[in-house]
């Protein structure tokens, strides 16, 4: 069965200090996807990142840079320069296919961020 | 326009009534799901449509029915539920496919009394 922990509950750093968001998966398919979602006090889940499992490339954008490692099934985030804007709770996603129906999208537990001035 | 919209955003209900929650897509999906957010609780996906048809029922008890009329439309009906059942539900709709990821709402945050 698929599974994605986020071990980490939360975490508070002072702005400008850079943090890193752990994500561990497990999955018995070879073809998968892998999101980060931010949900910031609004509520709504804002799409931040899709990486699939062929392809390795750690990928920055901006002040956002994600590092994949199939070897130890981690999907990890990093936020550089950290700012007050980016409080949020984090979540990492795991979508595994299924045959004639929609993809299945299974949620971690979700990180809280705190981001102290 | 948002491309997920969720009504009501908020929703107080006794343990005898019956409601219901909408979510509507405007990017054209052909997927939408339902998922639970209780506090210290992972979101927990509770249904899955694709083209209408229900292909994901994760366990959840028969005091949710959903309901998907068309591709952008996704109801959640709810009677006779328990204090327990009192979170945000959020709805989210995709292409369906393995490689699209899912546009959220910003959900119903439901208290059951």
């Known amino acids: 069965a698929q599974k994605v922990t986020q071990a980490q509950t939360e975490i508070s750093v002072v702005e400008k200090e850079d943090v890193t968001l752990d994500c561990v998966y497990e999955?018995?398919?070879?073809?998968?996807?892998l999101f980060w979602y931010k949900q910031p006090p609004s509520g709504e889940l804002v799409f931040l990142i899709r990486?699939?499992?062929?392809?390795?490339q750690n990928e920055i954008s901006g002040r956002y840079s994600w590092n994949f490692q199939k070897s130890t099934s981690s999907f990890n985030f990093t936020i550089t320069a950290s700012q007050v804007v980016d409080s949020a709770v984090y979540f990492c996603?795991?979508?595994?296919?299924?045959?004639?129906?929609?993809?299945?999208?299974?949620f971690g537990s979700g990180t809280r961020l705190s981001i102290r001035p | 326009e948002t491309g997920v919209t969720q009504t009501p955003r908020h929703l107080v209900m006794g343990m005898t009534n019956k409601k219901s929650l909408k979510c509507e897509q405007h990017?054209?999906?052909?997927?939408m799901y339902w998922y639970k957010q209780s506090a210290k609780k992972p979101l927990e996906l509770m249904f899955v449509?694709?083209?209408?048809?229900?292909?994901e029922n994760n366990s959840v008890p028969s005091r949710f029915s959903p309901e998907c009329p068309n591709s952008s439309h996704l109801f959640l009906h709810l009677h006779t539920l328990q204090p327990e059942d009192s979170a945000l539900y959020l709805c989210?709709?995709?292409?369906?496919?393995?490689?699209?990821?899912?546009?959220f709402g910003q959900g119903t945050r439901l208290t059951v009394v």
């Open positions: 999955t018995r398919d070879t073809t998968y996807y």
């Open positions: 996603a795991l979508s595994e296919a299924r045959r004639s129906s929609a993809s299945k999208i299974i």
């Open positions: 449509y694709n083209f209408k048809e229900q292909t």
């Open positions: 990017l054209g999906h052909n997927a």
């Open positions: 990486r699939n499992s062929f392809d390795e």
């Open positions: 989210a709709s995709s292409q369906g496919q393995l490689n699209t990821e899912a546009f």
